[in-house]
């Protein structure tokens, strides 16, 4: 068995307001109780949805753009090496720890604005690297444009197909690891990009 655990930030500074709401259950449970799901996995579609709110009415500051980013924190032990998931309990001494890059990503929208792409991607990165989803380029591009990596202010009650993001996830973890409990804590992170 497997667990996402997941929160979201946001912070302002050049913007009136940025916003990040979730709507999905804190934690995402994945149970391996057959052959078949470790072998051909389990794949959790629109658990997740990340609605973005970037407000500017106000002060209609040029510099307010935005970053999406995704964080994976894999423990609350030190001593969890940095590529594999906390283990909460293990029942053998055979086999190995999940490694975090067995769980895929998919983070899409109708305007296909993530820097990801819309097809599942291997969570590669080490504790404290952000997995980009909308970057800082020093380039605004605005709402409305419906193309990669708009990060120019709106909202998602007005710009929906860019300002919200449906989340998946997939596990196929295969046959040769420990049975038990594993956790892995994902942090959504929306920040102005001066």
């Known amino acids: 068995m497997a667990g996402i655990i997941i929160y979201n930030i946001s912070t302002a500074q050049f913007c009136d307001k940025v916003m990040l709401m979730m709507s999905s259950a804190s934690n995402v449970d994945f149970t391996f109780d057959s052959f078949g799901k470790y072998v051909g996995g389990i794949t959790q579609n629109g658990v997740s949805q990340l609605k973005v709110t970037v407000d500017n ?52 929208n109708r305007c296909n604005t993530s820097m990801t792409g819309s ?51 997939r596990l196929a973890p295969g046959l040769s690891l420990k049975s038990g409990m594993y956790q892995l804590r994902l942090k959504y992170l929306l920040t102005e990009a001066p």
């Open 119 to 169: 097809s599942f991607f291997n969570a590669n990165v080490l504790p404290g690297q952000p997995i980009i989803l909308i970057s800082n380029t020093g380039i605004t591009i605005p709402a409305g444009s419906c193309t990669a990596n708009v990060n120019g202010p709106g909202t998602y009650t007005h710009n929906y197909d860019e300002y919200t993001f449906d989340i998946d996830y």
């Open 57 to 108: 009415s106000l002060t209609n500051n040029p510099d307010c753009r935005w970053n999406l980013f995704i964080y994976i924190d894999n423990s609350s032990n030190p001593v969890t090496p940095t590529d594999e998931w906390e283990a909460i309990n293990t029942h053998t001494s055979t086999g190995a720890i999940p490694k975090i890059n067995q769980l895929q990503i998919r983070v899409r």
